[in-house]
Antibody, heavy 121, light 110 residues
Framework: EVQLVESGGGLVQPGGSLRLSCAAS????????MSWVRQAPGKGLEWVAN????????YYVDPVKGRFTISRDNAKRSLFLQMNSLRAEDTAVYYC??????????????WGQGTLVTVSS | QSALTQPASVSGSPGQSITISCTGT?????????VSWYQQRPGKAPKLMIY???NRPSGVSNRFSGSKSGNTASLTISGLQAEDEADYYC??????????FGPGTKVTVL
């Protein structure tokens, strides 16, 4: 059974930093693209970033470019999101997500439970 | 990276069929057969209902179907049931190698 477990969320001041982690199990992590998707309280879903199997390609949504960095450690079956220069509008539940279809990344049948990031003074 | 357009709400009586539209542009929905639909219940993670316009993942009821015409994709729920009440989001791959979601549609079963 595929499991994605996020951690690292919390309360941070504007301008601060936070590093999210996603521990994966139940599938060969190194074979698949991985993504982060966020959802602000009471709002819709927003894709944030993704990373190729070997980390050689990474893509980001415009509002986080230059502030967020996605990375992965295939040996530890873990996905990360380093978030710097955080803003109030980054407040959201952050989900780790992936598809079990090899070579694809633009849809997600597997989601974590999410971790809440709150940016506030 | 503009969001896709969806109606804010759609409602129907049990047993009826409803359709949710998802309008994009020639840079996303119109350019690729990579439209997906998600169901999300309060406090839960999204659940994939349709991928690649019209494909259903294993375990998803055949009451859910998807289609696309031009820049607009659609999700149809037939034989509406109380358990279908939820928020529904569409998403599309874009020519910027990114993914864009719609704002979501609240489905109410009357």
């Amino acid at each position: 059974e595929v499991q994605l477990v996020e951690s690292g969320g919390g309360l941070v001041q504007p301008g601060g930093s936070l590093r999210l982690s996603c521990a994966a199990s139940g599938f060969t992590f190194s074979n698949y693209w991985m993504s982060w998707v966020r959802q602000a309280p009471g709002k819709g879903l927003e894709w944030v970033a993704n990373i190729k199997q070997d980390g050689s390609e990474k893509y980001y949504v415009d509002p986080v470019k230059g502030r967020f960095t996605i990375s992965r450690d295939n040996a530890k079956r873990s996905l990360f999101l380093q978030m710097n220069s955080l803003r109030a509008e980054d407040t959201a539940v952050y989900y780790c997500a992936h598809t079990s279809t090899a070579g694809r990344w633009a849809f997600f049948e597997n989601w974590g439970q999410g971790t809440l990031v709150t940016v506030s003074s | 990276q503009s969001a896709l357009t969806q109606p804010a709400s759609v409602s129907g009586s049990p047993g009826q069929s409803i359709t949710i539209s998802c309008t994009g542009t020639s840079s996303d929905v119109g350019a690729y057969n990579s439209v997906s639909w998600y169901q999300q219940r309060p406090g839960k993670a999204p659940k994939l209902m349709i991928y690649d316009v019209s494909n259903r993942p294993s375990g998803v009821s055949n009451r859910f179907s998807g289609s696309k015409s031009g820049n607009t994709a659609s999700l149809t729920i037939s034989g509406l049931q109380a358990e279908d009440e939820a928020d529904y989001y569409c998403s599309s791959y874009t020519n910027s190698v990114t993914l864009v979601f719609g704002p979501g549609t609240k489905v109410t079963v009357l």
